[in-house]
C-alpha cells in the first residue's frame, strides 16, 4: 500500500544509523536463570534495601500523598536536591540546589546535555571504547564522533590535546571518568587537571559521567572533574542507579545556571518533570538510613566479588588475555587476541551458559572485535569463579 | 571570560526560539493558598487514591522488589501492557501488549514521535489553539508548525485538507481530539472520520493526544481516531496523570510495528526504561481495585465542577465574552472583546487573588491576547463560583 510506503520513508534522519542495542537483545537471552551471566550492568537484587525503600514509598504517599502524586516543577524535589548539594560539596563541587537538575535516571542527562548543545554535525570526543548508550544518544543527535584512546589511566588526554587543535568545532567531551563503563579504568589525577584545562583552554563542554564514582573498593577517592572546573564547562552527571536501585529511575545533573536553564526549558519538552513521588521517596528513605553504612556495605560485597574476578581471571584465562583490574564500579575489560570474534565466543559461551558483552558495541567508530566486557556486581563468587573457568575453556579453544 | 564567552554562543540552534514556559512560571506565582487558581491543569489532590498506592507500593516493593527495582525493558512491564491493551480494545483499538510503549508520562511520546518522525523544518499541522507543551516539542525539533482553526467541533479539517493540498511535506498532525487543551472542545465522529481518511490519502501520521478521553461527563463516547486507523498512521498517546495521579509520570503510546520498533530504540536512548517500580505498583492498583469506579467518581465530581463554571460564567459574565461548553476534560476557553489582552486581566486578577492562563503561548503562530484557559477540576464548587465571581468583575472593567 502506498500510505504504508509513505509512512516507511518518512522517519527522521536521525533514525538511519541506529539499531535496537545489541547488548540489550544479548540481555534478553541470557536472563534466563541457569545461565551465569556477566553481561548485564546490574546491581545485585539482593542488595536492594527493599524492606526500606517499601517503608519510605508507603509513608510519603500516607502522609504527603496530595503532593507526592501532584504535577511538580521541573526542576525537582528542592530537599532532595539540597541533599545531593551538601553530599556533592563534600566531594570539592560547589553547588547549589540551584544547580542540580533531577532527572528520569542518568541517561536522560545524556539527551538532554546533548538536545541543548549539539547541532547536526557537532562533534564529541569520546573514549575507545566508552559507554554505549552515550554513544547512541550522541547519534540520535547527528554528532560526529571524534575517539581517542584509553588506557590504565583512562582517556588519553595528550591525544584530546591534538583533536582539540585539528578540529574546532569540536563541541563536548564525554567520559566516565571513575571505573568507567565498559574498560573498568579511572582517570588519573594529572590527567584530570589536565582535561579540564584543555577544556576551559578551547571552550568545550565536558560532560563527567559519574554513575560509579561511591563504588571504590581500592584506592583514594579522586576529585571530580566538576570540583577542578573554574570556567562553569563541565557538566556532571550522576545516579542512584548504583547506591541504591535502578528500578527507581533516578538521577541528576549539576550545571551552572546559562545552561541550567536551557537543560530545564529541554526537560519540560521531554517528560516535563521526574517523578514526585520517586523524589520525595527517595529523600525520605536517604534522610531516616544511613547511606554510608549502605554504601559501605555495597562496597565490600562488590569488591570481594571484584577481586574473586581478578583472581580467577588470573588463575584460567589464557596467559595471552589482558584485563583492566579496576579499583571500583561494576566492570572489567579483557583484550583477547586480535584474531578473536568475542561474537563468536559468546555463542559458543551460551552454550557453556556463561553470557558477557562482546566489545564492538563500545566502539563508536572502527569497532574492534576482539574485546569483552565482564560484569562482576551481579554474581556471587562462587558463581564468578565457576564462570570465568568455564569462560577460559572456550577462549582457550580460540586462544594459541 | 573568553570561555564563558564561548559556552554562551554554543547551544544547539534549536534552543533559540524556547523560554521556560509562561505558563509554569504563572503556576508559581499562583500556587499561593489563599488563590483561588483557575491556572494549573491539575487533577484534584483530594481524589487521589494515596491509601490504595500507599498499599500498592508497599506491596510490590515487598514482594516483588528484586525485579521491581532493577533494570527492565525498554517496551515496558508486560502485564501492565496487557491490561492497558485490553482497555483500549473496549474502545476499538486493535492493539496488543506489542503495540503499547509504557512513558514517563505522556509528554515523553511527544518528545519520542517528534525525535522519530521530523526532520527541522518538518511541517506538523496543529490546531489554533492547541497544547502548549507540544508546540514547545515540536519547535524544539525545529518543526514549522502549520495552524488550522478549531470551533465547537474541535480541529478545522477541511481547512487541514487545504493545508495538505498546499503542503506536500506536511509530516504530522498533532491533536487532542477529546475535551481539548485548552480548548475543551471534541471532535466530531463526522470529522474524526474525515480527518483519518485525509492521513491516509495523504500518507501523514496523525499524533492522537488523548489524556482526558475518560473524563467525559456529557453525551455519548466517541472513538478514538485509532480505532478507525486501517493505515498505521495514528500514534495513540494517553497517561495515568488524569484517571490516577500525575506525579506517577506514568503514560503509554500506541503505535504499529514498524514506528513502534523506531520508538523503542529512542526511548533506550532517551531514558532507557520507565520507573520499573511505578509501573508494577500500578498494576497492582489497578488489577485489585476497580479503575471503573474510581473513574465514575472522578467523573460525577468533575461533571459538577463543570456544571458549575458553565452556570456561574452564564451568571457572571458580560453577555459579550464567549466560552466553550466542554462535555468532558478539565477546562474551557473564554473569548473575550478583541481589544482585551488577558495578560493584562490576569494582573488585575491576581490582585483579586484569582488566576486562569492568558491564551497567547497557545497559539503556535499569530498569537492572539483575548483569550483565557480556565479550569475546573481543581476546585470545589463553592469556590468555583466566587472566582468566577470575582474575576467577572475584573473583566467587566475591560469590556464594554
Keep these: 500500500m502506498t500510505t504504508t ?36 550492568g546490574l546491581p545485585a537484587p539482593e542488595l536492594f534495601p527493599t524492606t526500606e525503600l517499601a517503608q519510605a514509598f508507603y509513608h510519603v504517599i500516607r502522609e504527603e500523598g496530595r503532593l507526592a502524586l501532584q504535577y511538580s516543577t521541573t526542576e525537582g524535589y528542592t530537599p532532595l536536591r539540597d541533599y545531593i548539594a551538601l553530599r556533592l560539596q563534600t566531594k570539592g563541587i560547589r553547588a547549589s540546589a540551584n544547580n542540580i537538575l533531577m532527572l528520569s ?21 569520546v573514549a575507545r571504547p566508552t559507554y554505549l548508550a552515550a554513544i547512541q544518544t550522541f547519534m540520535l543527535f ?9 588506557d590504565d589511566e583512562g582517556m588519553d588526554v595528550e591525544e584530546v590535546a591534538l583533536k582539540l587543535r585539528a578540529h574546532p568545532d569540536i563541541k563536548l567531551i564525554y567520559l566516565v571518568a571513575n571505573f568507567d563503563n565498559p574498560s573498568g579504568t579511572t582517570l588519573s589525577l594529572e590527567r584530570r587537571e589536565r ?6 583552554q578551547y571552550g568545550v563542554c565536558i560532560l ?14 579522586l576529585p ?18 548504583k547506591t541504591i536501585a535502578p528500578g527507581l529511575r533516578l538521577g541528576w545533573l549539576v550545571a551552572e545556571k546559562e545552561i541550567y536553564q536551557k537543560l530545564v526549558i529541554a526537560k519540560q519538552a521531554s517528560d516535563l518533570h521526574t517523578s514526585t513521588l520517586t523524589q520525595r521517596a527517595t529523600y525520605y528513605y536517604l534522610t531516616t538510613h544511613s547511606t554510608d ?42 583484550e583477547l587476541a586480535p584474531q578473536v570474534r568475542t561474537e563468536e565466543i559468546l555463542a559458543e559461551a551460551i552454550k557453556e551458559k556463561i553470557a558477557f558483552v562482546p566489545g564492538a558495541p563500545f566502539f563508536a567508530n572502527d ?34
Design 5 to 40: 510506503a509513505t509512512h516507511l520513508s518518512s522517519f527522521a534522519h536521525r533514525m538511519d544509523p541506529l539499531e535496537v542495542s545489541t547488548v540489550r537483545e544479548i540481555l534478553k537471552v541470557t536472563e534466563m536463570p541457569e545461565v551465569i551471566s556477566f553481561a548485564g
Design 105 to 125: 535516571g542518568s541517561q536522560q542527562g545524556l539527551d538532554l546535555a546533548a538536545k541543548v548543545l549539539l547541532n547536526p554535525g557537532d562533534k564529541v570526543i
Design 142 to 150: 547527528e554528532a560526529q564522533l571524534i575517539t581517542v584512546a584509553s
Design 195 to 200: 582535561l579540564v584545562h584543555l577544556a576551559q
Design 208 to 221: 563527567e559521567d559519574d554513575p560509579y564514582g561511591e563504588l571504590r573498593y581500592r584506592g583514594e577517592h
Design 224 to 241: 571530580p572533574l566538576k570540583s577542578l572546573d573554574e570556567s562553569g564547562l563541565v557538566l556532571y552527571l550522576s545516579t542512584f542507579s
Design 293 to 334: 553504612e549502605h554504601i559501605a556495605r555495597l562496597r565490600a560485597i562488590y569488591g570481594e566479588r571484584c577481586s574473586v574476578m581478578l583472581e580467577s581471571l588470573a588463575r584460567y584465562f589464557p596467559a595471552t588475555v589482558r584485563w583492566t583490574k579496576p579499583e571500583g564500579g561494576m566492570f572489567l575489560w579483557a
Design 367 to 400: 569497532k574492534r572485535h576482539n574485546f569483552m566486557r565482564l560484569n562482576f556486581s551481579n554474581q556471587v563468587p562462587l558463581q564468578i569463579e565457576e564462570g570465568i573457568k568455564r569462560l577460559a575453556r572456550v577462549i582457550a579453544r580460540h586462544h594459541s
